[in-house]
């Protein structure tokens, strides 16, 4: 029995929701031992009160989350196994209950952190992330959230955590933050493990038409190039990287290849980055991680099929691109969040895990994961009082008590 999901491109199959007194950290908000008739809001703390729909909106991700964990879809969905990003399993219910109750936690303790912090948004920040939501509810998520009663209040809400999240790592890391990274330290994560690569290639095959394709148009096939033809090429290759290491500059070199390929414009891709996260293939990778600064070498890949390529390949000088450090702050921010991102996150994990708050378990329990499903249905709770009205949709705006 295969479960069927809503639209995937937003993630809205979300199974039922476990969460009430067991959360750690969190109390029940009641009223003379009852549960309050208000349903508009989900987490608060003593800075926010989350509203139902950004609830909705963080369950949602964490079913899609655990959607993308699971081997197939095949029965009941949220009794299959699964493992957390901590490589601990569980199974896809609890996984969905356990990270979206870290989401919304970790909202509360954003806002809360972001005041105490004295931060504010500029108004191009604000205009930034209102522009970011405005374009992903047109193109992904209008209809669906909105079915689900999610509003676009409430979407909007989520992008600028990410951004007050962003502003709290700075505050934190760069100059005169608890955590500051000094400008020497920066400097040497980025020399120690960024590189240079400068890369051209060009192809040991010639492009031909496949007269007797099938097909009522003649296809491109490759052919690769006559032996002398490929031993010609690499001797130009080995040419400039001969002239190269003897200290002729790469630059000059480039001008070298494009007259002798009749190439009009510098042909080079160029960046400064971690290798693995360059896109480069493997090989590209290897040879690059293997070479010094200031080292030029040629390789061929896929040699032995009838579409190789040969790169010759530049590995620059990783000191002088340093330099652009000072005067470059996204290209330093950028590097901070590499340095940095992996401690911050496993901080912000342990301050969300025993963070106080209240649950408003009532309208929580009233938009449980089975409603998202489709068919067949794995629990009754209480889809039939939301298809009949019985629940209203989120309309409210998450307000911040100042």
């Known amino acids: 029995m295969i479960m069927k999901i809503l639209n995937k491109t937003v993630a809205l199959a979300i199974g039922t929701v476990m969460i009430g007194s067991t959360l ?18 989900s987490y608060k703390d003593s800075v926010s009160t989350m509203s139902i729909g950004t609830y909705i909106y963080y369950n949602m991700e964490s079913f899609y989350n655990a959607s993308s964990k699971v081997e197939n879809g095949e029965g009941d969905f949220l009794d299959q196994k699964l493992k957390d990003d901590d490589d601990k399993e569980m199974t896809a219910r609890e996984f969905i209950t356990k990270t979206t109750d870290e989401s919304c936690k970790q909202y509360l303790y954003v806002n809360k952190t972001f005041k105490d912090l004295k931060l504010t948004l500029t108004d191009e920040e604000i205009s930034s992330y209102k522009a970011t939501a405005d374009q992903y509810w047109v193109s992904y998520y209008k209809t669906a ?6 509003s676009k209040e409430s979407f909007t809400e989520t992008q600028a955590i990410r951004m007050k999240t962003d502003k709290i790592f700075r505050a934190t890391y760069q100059k005169g933050g608890k955590k500051e990274v000094k400008a020497d330290e920066l400097k040497k994560y980025y020399e120690e493990n960024y590189v240079n690569y400068n890369y051209i290639s060009l192809p040991l095959y010639d492009e031909v038409k496949d007269e007797s394709s099938d097909s009522s148009e003649t296809a491109d096939t490759h052919k690769k190039k006559s032996d002398k033809d490929i031993k010609a090429i690499k001797t130009n290759f080995d040419k ?21 390929y009749k190439v009009d414009s510098d042909p080079t891709i160029s960046a400064t980055n971690l290798l693995e996260n360059s896109g480069l293939g493997e090989e590209l990778q290897k040879a690059f991680k293997e070479m010094k600064d200031k080292q030029a070498k040629y390789i061929v890949v896929g040699e032995d099929g009838d579409a190789p390529m040969i790169y010759l390949l530049y590995r620059g000088d990783i000191k002088e691109e340093s330099k652009k450090l000072a005067d470059d702050e996204d290209l330093s921010t950028s590097v901070l969040y590499q340095m940095k991102d992996e401690e911050f996150e496993n901080d912000v994990k ?52 100042n």
């Open 24 to 41: 750690s950290g969190c109390v029940q908000a009641t009223v003379f031992g009852k549960y309050p008739k208000d349903y508009s809001w």
């Open 145 to 150: 959230c909105e079915t689900m009663g999610i």
């Open 240 to 260: 400039y990287v001969k002239a190269i290491n003897n200290g002729t500059s790469y630059a000059d070199e480039v001008k070298v290849y494009m007259k002798d």
């Open 350 to 401: 342990k301050a969300v895990k025993d963070y106080k708050c209240e649950i408003n378990t009532e309208a929580i329990d009233k938009y449980p994961m089975t409603m998202f499903i489709t068919e067949p249905a794995t629990e009754s709770a209480t889809t039939d009082e939301i298809a009949d009205g019985d629940v209203d949709a989120d309309v409210s705006v998450v307000s911040e008590n």
